[in-house]
């Protein structure tokens, strides 16, 4: 671009946030640069959600080979080639990272590959250069969060960005931390053959999980040889690998875990430091940058949307919220709204939400009904093997409109968009119910828990 000319809009960071809010900018017409220090794809693409699901792919495929001859098929030995496993799953975020690229030349979006600091709230200054443009959107994320644990640089105490890229297949895994991060590691090393121990402060693991699917987890966690820990305060990781020993304290008095392998998975923190923000007065929730409704800051004309602004730190909330502030940026008046937004959690078995929890709707005063409808009770999954979970139902009591739906159980992840859409649209227990549903398919679990809503589900026996 020539020297003084200025971008409609810049983007400080190209995760699924940044880069989704480039793609649709450019879509309006604007003018739209983005600024990226590392590679296009942001944590979800690089070291979070990309990497780990097909880190879980193999080891699903791993599983699958193990129980072949339950359908039949024989198998001769099975075993997992560890830097194979690391390698596909590079070659599968290299191929995305480039599609992303492809995606910003056919958008005619300039790239500037470099730390972008903002030096006014028109500037952003990327090495030497200069990038000027009429609004700015901040994207730039999240980072693994640190607690004050003496032992936790010891060699061999791993986050989860150097875990993906571990040369060797550890045959002991600690896991600091029973949240997201830290189920779905467990899910994946567990199934890959590693002995595999969880040791979360709080009482239950999985926290913004509805309770009684946590706890339902959990059991399938430890009926898979997961020790998994509550109530339990770290205070320390000592020792070497193979022997890394991570102490805590609970209600029974003091307990060591031993693994060859440590993992720190405490939640992540917005990533906002030395990039100016303090400088030019932007005004702050602790690490995370204040936004209004709008996802504008204190600061107007500069925008800021996914991990960075705290809140519900997910790869497709920021995507949406990216989608707002160009939106907003470009001269509109559009609120965010977090109604209706599903999570995935891609443990085996799946895990996924949408919409209240039990113990908010009860919190609320809300009038409600609860209906279940268990997998093992569906002919899909008896095909598939795969009869661990449940769907859950919330909805109101009175209109019969879903409030929240919670599933455990195979494709879990994909079946809850259902509920988001009936959330999304308003509709009822009976508007699910009657839509006809494919035979056989997963999302009958989901028009079976419907129907416990009225008369009673079809392939359920009364209790
Ligand atoms: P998290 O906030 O989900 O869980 C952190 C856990 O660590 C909590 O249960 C907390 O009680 C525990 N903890 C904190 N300090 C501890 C200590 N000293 N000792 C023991 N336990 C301790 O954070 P996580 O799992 O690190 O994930 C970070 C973010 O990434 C989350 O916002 C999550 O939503 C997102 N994410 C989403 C995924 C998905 O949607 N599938 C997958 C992975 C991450």
Redesign the pocket.
């Known amino acids: 671009m020539e020297e003084g000319m200025e971008y409609d809009i810049a983007i400080v960071g190209g995760g699924p946030g940044g880069y989704v809010a480039a793609i649709r900018a450019a879509q309006l017409g604007a003018k739209v640069a983005l600024v990226e220090k590392e590679r296009l794809g942001g944590t979800c693409l690089n070291r979070?959600?990309i990497p780990?699901k097909a880190l879980a792919r193999s080891a699903e495929a791993f599983h699958e080979v193990k129980v072949a001859q339950d359908f039949g098929v024989e198998t001769s030995t099975v075993a997992i080639n560890f830097p194979q496993i690391i390698a596909r799953k590079n070659s599968v975020v290299n191929a995305l990272v480039g599609s992303i690229e492809q995606l910003m030349r056919a958008g005619g979006i300039k790239v500037y590959d470099g730390l972008g600091r903002l030096t006014s709230p028109r500037t952003i200054k990327v090495d030497e250069e200069e990038v000027k443009a009429k609004r700015i959107i901040l994207a730039t994320g999240s980072v693994p969060?640190r607690?004050p644990?003496p032992g936790l640089d010891l060699p061999g105490v791993v986050t989860?960005n150097e875990i993906l890229d571990i040369a060797e297949f550890p045959s002991s895994l600690v896991i600091?931390?029973?949240?997201?991060?830290?189920v779905?590691f467990a899910s994946i090393f567990g199934v890959l053959g590693s002995k595999v121990a969880i040791?979360?402060?709080?009482p239950q693991?999985m926290?913004?999980v509805d309770d009684e699917i946590s706890r339902r987890f959990g059991q399938v966690l430890r009926s898979q040889g997961v020790e998994v820990h509550t109530g339990?305060?770290?205070k320390m990781v000592q020792g070497e690998s193979p022997n890394l020993e991570v102490v805590f304290d609970t209600a029974k008095g003091e307990k060591t875990v031993t693994g060859e392998m440590v993992l720190v998975?405490?939640?992540?923190s917005p990533y906002t430091e030395g990039l100016g923000l303090a400088e030019i007065g932007m005004k702050m929730n602790r690490r995370a940058v204040a936004v209004n409704e709008y996802l504008e800051t204190n600061i107007p004309g500069v925008y800021a949307i996914g991990d960075a602004i705290g809140g519900i730190?997910?790869a497709h909330v920021a995507s949406y919220e990216g989608e707002i502030a160009v939106a907003n940026a470009l001269g509109g008046e559009q609120r965010v709204d977090y109604r209706v937004v599903p999570?995935?959690?891609?443990t085996y078995p799946e895990i996924a939400g949408v919409g209240m929890m039990e113990k908010e709707v009860r919190d609320a005063e809300i009038p409600y009904k609860i209906s279940r409808f268990p997998f093992s009770a569906l002919g899909r999954a008896q095909v598939m093997g795969e009869t661990t979970g449940t769907v859950k139902l919330i909805c109101n009591a009175e209109t019969g409109k879903v409030l929240g739906m919670h599933i455990m159980g195979p494709h879990a992840t994909d079946l809850v968009q259902e509920g988001a859409l009936a959330m999304q649209l308003g509709a009822t227990a009976e508007d699910i119910s009657h839509t006809i549903h494919s035979h056989p398919t997963l999302p009958e679990a989901i028009m079976e828990a419907a129907l416990g809503q009225g008369l009673g589900s079809i392939h359920l026996r009364k209790i």
């Open positions: 979070g959600c780990t969060a607690i644990v989860s600091i931390g029973g949240g997201i991060i830290g779905e040791v979360e402060m709080l693991i926290p913004p339990a305060a770290v998975a405490v939640g992540r730190m997910l999570n995935g959690i891609f």
